[in-house]
């Protein structure tokens, strides 16, 4: 089954405490992206990667950090979380065509809830 | 501010009714794209519109994109329960090449059995 996998689902944490947030799919799509989902400010994208070892800040990237060593895998990193990083995060994919006129619906993760107390 | 604003924010209906639920957004863009979110889940991509169509359908839904006016609808015709969840459209920004989605604020639609 094509998917987006996102690990864990949910985290309560403590501030400081380094954690990582996984994220899989298997549709051999290019484009993958991270988002964080806020009431009232809506979903807003933090990271976004157009292919293997190619990254890119998105609208809040601030105390975040990605890696795509893999096409299939891109982990968002949180150094040294804080409280205003809890968020329900979403970890998308795309088969790409950006730039080419041809784009592709993204794919979404079930989201991971994160609380950082 | 959000590219994509929805209209209503929430909307409560009978089952076998119909929905429409309306988004505005501000820049030229490449395509607009609706999603659903059930409650607690990731959002499903439901239809994509590109900058040069006026309508698509599939299955229930009905989408128009009106590119002078900046606006989306997206109508579901004989709502189901099942259908209860939040839409959000979501727009491409024509300038940004980097497959960004804009996502507005979202449609709460209720539907009563």
């Known amino acids: 089954e094509a998917q987006v996998t996102q690990n864990p689902r949910y985290l309560i944490t403590v501030t400081g405490k380094k954690l990582t947030v996984t994220c899989s799919q298997n549709?051999?799509?290019?484009?993958m992206s991270w988002y964080r989902q806020d009431p009232g400010l809506g979903l807003r994208q933090i990271y976004y990667?157009?292919?293997?070892?190619?990254?890119d800040k998105g609208d809040v990237p601030e105390g975040y950090k990605v890696s795509r060593k893999e096409k299939r895998n891109f982990p968002l990193i949180l150094e040294s979380p804080s409280p205003n990083q809890t968020s329900l995060y979403f970890c998308?994919?795309?088969?790409?065509?950006f730039g080419t006129g041809v784009n592709q619906p993204q794919h979404f993760g079930d989201g991971t809830r994160l609380s950082i107390l | 501010s959000q590219q994509g604003e929805e209209d209503p924010q929430a909307l409560s209906i009978q089952e076998g009714e119909n929905a429409t639920m309306n988004c505005s957004y501000k820049?030229?863009?490449?395509?607009l794209q609706w999603y659903r979110q059930n409650s607690g889940r990731g959002l499903v991509h439901l239809i994509l519109?590109?900058?040069?169509?006026r309508e698509k359908h599939s299955g229930r839904l009905r989408v128009t994109l009106d590119t002078s006016k900046k606006s989306s609808s997206l109508l579901i015709t004989a709502s189901r329960a099942a259908d209860t969840a939040s839409y959000f459209c979501a727009t491409e920004d024509r300038s940004s090449n980097t497959g960004k989605l804009i996502f507005g604020q979202g449609t709460t639609l209720q539907v009563k059995p």
């Open positions: 549709m051999n799509h290019e484009y």
């Open positions: 990667s157009m292919n293997v070892e190619v990254t």
């Open positions: 519109i590109r900058s040069n169509e």
């Open positions: 820049t030229s863009i490449n395509n």
């Open positions: 998308a994919s795309s088969l790409s065509g």
